[in-house]
């Protein structure tokens, strides 16, 4: 229990650092929020500027703006969008949000289940052909850029075959029921959710190989099979609980990877979340909408961190004893 | 070197002349050559180097060989390859030749893969051993910094760089080099961690060597081994994170690099499937190279890890 606060203390920690790195970001960059209006809105008096810069509070001194800052961004303000008539970066996001949380949600569920259950069949007959496939498919999955893999699978199963939706969430002249509705939600979700998993598939098949293998050739799997066990249950019931602890353990850290990976699968799919959100802000140099969604992905990745370690000590009983080993 | 197991004349006790060992009979290959030659038998490691040769032949040498201007028109627009008065590679929404872009294209690319490469090699080595050797205090800092980056999500981090700060070469290298170095600190830490306490450090200390000393003439030498698989894996993913910032327009538009071409030839990917796909499997082949020399390079240096 007393781990599990330390480590939430932490992690408020790290979301303080990220709020003040973001502060820096902006503060080091060329040019303040004033000069950028005054770029979009063409002359503006001296005058003006220094009445700007009195009413953002930029004529104050660095400290009092960082701490104002913090003070805003840790009450749920982060500031308002320049290119969309000053509307609140919060909200913004906020409206995006569903659907980013349902594609990363998707295309971690298949990288896991997928992932594991090839690498642990794999790691059953580690000289077979099947295993070997799956090193040569793992490799080829890393070595591919996820919006090319996109781009690919739009093309084969959308453009040639017809199967699926080329783009956005929905079908916006659609008619029907609410399952009905569902179903298409789900064929627009499958490549968006394939591209951007696949990376993570390849990654999960290798380790879980990897870890099983290990696993497999230890003691308490060689009593399970003298015991007489079905090969699947020592697989899947025994062997799995120990070799899945890797893949618990990287989840956490691939998610931040695996937000920023949905901002190149949304730009390839339209798909109406917050990683589309920060390609628009890129696109219209939108610094607030830009930072907010810098911080709101971290802050997923830290809970989401916060939340694999409780896991991780659950499942693994050696550390909820002992505590982790550091190193 | 003079080990006499390992040239195998533990029968020739006696009149043992060290200058006319017969070649025939040793063993084992000096332990110098073991790694080259298990890189050697790996096939899949070979074959990696060979396509990375190929690649930067593509890249760097028929770019001399066929010279000229690639923004030039060269025909109809959205000709498919091998049409009439289509080129090899079929030609883009300008009219322009696709083969001639993507080959001028790399270039960028691995130029800015290979800086910021060495940008995430040296903070990582630096930040790894100086946490690493120190222990204590200085790794507990160190450890938080590197903890704090690996949290931050990478490819995001670096959008927000390039976007704020301008996509100038400088800014590139940095946001990427800024976000991919924690792997290398964090293996390079545990080898000192693991290394600083045996007897050739000791040795060295007490001749009185100083800590800047042991840190990078003593001990760095002997982390080598792994900084090196490392970066060849690290080189690989800065590839890719190259592209990604390209492919939303975060590059130097005149570089018409791999990741850049793709993003402006996505609009018409529907009719012009030899824009995308060329572009991405220069990309895809590249981090393919150097992920099958990473894991040759691996296994030769790490024997016990082979196949896993």
Not at chain 1, 75 to 88: E, F, K, M, T, Y
Not at chain 1, 278 to 285: D, G, I, N, S, Y
Not at chain 2, 221 to 241: K, R, Y
Request: hydrophobic content about 50%.
């Amino acid at each position: 229990m007393k781990q599990i606060a330390v480590r939430i203390l932490q992690a408020f920690g790290l979301v303080l650092a990220v709020i003040v790195l973001n502060f820096l970001l902006v503060h080091l960059a060329p040019g303040d929020a004033v000069d950028s209006l005054a770029g979009t809105s063409g002359e503006m008096s001296p005058e003006t500027t220094q009445r700007l810069r009195e009413q953002y509070g930029l004529d104050k001194p660095v400290t009092t703006q960082l701490a104002t800052y913090v003070g805003n961004v840790l009450q749920g303000d982060l500031g308002v969008s320049i290119a969309n008539n000053n509307r609140p970066v919060t909200e913004m996001i906020a409206e995006r949000l569903w659907p980013t949380v349902l594609l990363s949600i998707t295309a971690l569920a298949f990288a896991v289940i997928l992932g594991v259950t090839v690498g642990t069949l794999a790691a059953r007959r580690p000289e077979s052909g099947f295993s070997h496939s799956t090193t040569v498919f793992a490799l080829i999955g890393f070595s591919m850029p996820v919006f090319w893999t996109g781009y690919l699978l739009l093309t084969l199963f959308s453009k040639n075959l017809g199967w699926l939706p080329i783009s956005g969430m929905e079908n916006l002249r659609f008619d029907g029921g609410w399952l009905a509705k569902q179903w298409d939600l789900a064929k627009h979700l499958l490549l968006p959710a394939l591209s951007l998993g696949l990376i993570y598939i390849a990654a999960y098949s290798r380790l879980s190989r990897a870890s099983m293998l290990e696993v497999l050739e230890s003691d308490y799997v060689r009593t399970a099979r003298a015991k007489g066990l079905g090969e699947r249950s020592v697989l899947f019931k025994h062997a799995l609980r120990n070799g899945i602890i890797p893949i618990v353990t990287v989840l956490g850290l691939q998610f931040g990877a695996i937000l920023s990976g949905a901002i190149l699968v949304e730009t390839v799919f339209a798909w109406p979340g917050v990683g589309r959100l920060a390609f628009e802000a890129v696109v219209e140099r939108d610094t607030n909408v830009l930072l907010g969604v810098l911080f709101l992905v971290s802050l997923t990745v830290i809970v989401a961190n916060l939340i694999t370690d409780v896991i991780y000590r659950l499942i693994d009983p050696r550390i909820r004893v002992s505590g982790p080993t550091n190193g | 070197m003079a080990d006499p197991t390992v040239f195998g004349m533990e029968e020739k006790s006696e009149g043992f002349e060290p200058s006319v060992i017969d070649e025939s009979r040793l063993r084992k290959p000096p332990p110098k050559y073991q790694g080259l030659r298990m890189f050697r038998r790996n096939k899949a490691a070979v074959f990696g180097l060979i396509l990375l040769i190929v690649i930067l032949f593509i890249t760097f040498v028929l770019p001399v060989i066929f010279d000229g201007e690639r923004t030039e028109r060269v025909g109809g627009i959205h000709l498919a390859p091998g049409a009439e008065g289509s080129t090899t590679f079929g030609t883009d929404y300008l009219g322009r030749d696709v083969g001639r872009i993507v080959m001028q294209g790399g270039s960028a690319t691995l130029k800015v893969a290979a800086l910021a490469a060495l940008v995430i090699v040296g903070l990582g080595t630096t930040i790894g051993a100086l946490a690493g050797y120190y222990g204590g205090w200085v790794d507990n800092v160190l450890m938080r910094i590197t903890e704090f980056f690996q949290v931050l999500p990478g490819l995001l981090f670096a959008i927000v760089i390039v976007a704020l700060y301008g996509a100038s070469t400088t800014t590139i290298v940095l946001a990427i080099g800024l976000i991919a170095w924690p792997t290398i600190a964090r293996l390079v830490r545990a080898e000192f961690f693991r290394q600083k306490n045996l007897e050739y450090v000791k040795a060295a200390r007490a001749i009185g060597a100083s800590d800047a000393r042991i840190i990078f003439k003593t001990i760095m030498p002997n982390t080598l081994p792994v900084v090196i698989v490392q970066s060849t894996l690290v080189m690989g993913s800065a590839i890719l994170f190259e592209a990604g910032l390209a492919f939303l327009g975060l590059s130097n538009p005149k570089d018409l690099s791999w990741g850049f071409y793709i993003g402006v030839n996505r609009n018409y990917f529907l009719s012009n499937w030899w824009g995308v796909t060329f572009p991405g499997l220069m990309i895809f082949f590249t981090v393919l190279s150097l992920s099958l020399i990473g894991d040759g390079l691996q296994d030769a240096v790490n024997p016990k890890l082979r196949g896993r």
